[in-house]
């Protein structure tokens, strides 16, 4: 079963609010409406905005979906919660845009806004669009709370370092307190790369990365990929470099779901393998290659 949709509301809000959780429990969703519910006594929106905030803040929901006359005392409270991200939403183009950009975990509704059928395409609109990682990422982590108790763990090869390694492991050590770099040995690296890598042995690469300042701790691994490093670290932050989501990393390596798992895109036109191309085709370098 899916997590619950918390709902909640001030008393200009509540028609709408039952009108959605009847609505989304018919679509086989779990909603938990925390009122409230007389339609005839007034209310304060900022103290149902922080009792469901809280439910969310405290890991017990993932996402809620807030309404009051405008939604915007709703986003305004909502917002003074750490890891809420909540979302004012008037119209079908904010709706996904909000979830694929943003990854915002509370809508904000306003019942006098909005008309209700729109409204009602706005909360389908949002709740079926998944983040879209990517390039938002680095983003979203800027204005997310994170713990200088967290060790964050990355890994790679790092042969011939370029910019796109250093801004991934800049964002990586961002996220946590201990940034741990695992790199494959010599002997994994020719099995993942072929016989001509890597450039620079794991010595050297070892050396390279300490000299990073964000870096705290370089490990070599002699495998080719990382299920047994990690389940010894066990660290609490995974970031990997490249174009899957973190849902198919986790299931392609096999990552525990207690480990979080962040993707980092890749920097434009920055890859060891695009350097070693331009080093082979500048000019005269077979002529200067050593024999």
């Known amino acids: 079963m899916s997590d619950p949709i918390l ?19 018919s679509q086989g969703y779990q909603c938990v409406d925390i009122g409230p519910f007389d339609t005839a006594k007034k209310v304060d929106y900022v103290d149902y905005a922080n009792q469901l905030c809280n439910i969310i803040s405290n890991g017990d929901a993932t996402r809620g979906i807030l309404i009051c006359g405008t939604g915007v005392g709703m986003s305004i409270a909502a917002n003074r919660f750490e890891d809420i991200r909540a979302a004012l939403v008037h119209n079908v183009l904010t709706a996904p845009k909000c979830r694929e950009h943003n990854n915002s975990n509370v ?5 006098w806004v909005t008309p209700e059928e729109e409204i009602k ?14 390039r938002h990422v680095k983003r979203i982590e800027k204005i997310s709370r994170h713990d200088d108790e967290k060790i964050v763990f990355a890994n790679g090869v790092f042969d011939i370092l370029h910019t796109g390694h250093l801004e991934l492991l800049s964002f990586a050590k961002s996220l946590g307190g201990k940034l741990v770099v695992g790199i ?11 016989p ?3 450039i620079n042995n794991h010595h050297d690469r070892r050396k390279m990365l300490e000299s990073i300042e964000c870096v705290d701790e370089v490990i070599v691994f002699d495998d080719t990929d990382t299920q047994d490093v990690v389940d010894t670290l066990r660290p609490n932050i995974l970031v990997k470099g490249g174009e899957w989501t973190a849902d198919q990393v986790r299931v392609r390596d096999e990552i525990p779901q207690e480990i ?3 993707i980092y895109p890749l920097v434009a036109d920055y890859s ?3 350097v070693l ?3 082979k085709t500048t000019e005269g370098w077979e002529k200067n290659e050593p024999s």
């Open 277 to 279: 191309k331009k080093i």
């Open 7 to 25: 709902l909640s509301s001030d008393h200009n809000g509540i028609e709408l609010k039952s009108m959605l959780a009847s609505l989304l429990r």
């Open 107 to 111: 809508l904000c509704l306003g019942a």
């Open 272 to 274: 060891t393998t695009n």
């Open 260 to 262: 979080e798992i962040k």
């Open 121 to 134: 395409e706005i909360v389908s609109l949002w709740l079926s669009t998944p983040f879209g990682e990517g």
């Open 196 to 198: 001509a890598r890597p």
């Open 184 to 194: 494959n040995s010599d002997r994994a690296v020719k099995v993942l790369k072929g």
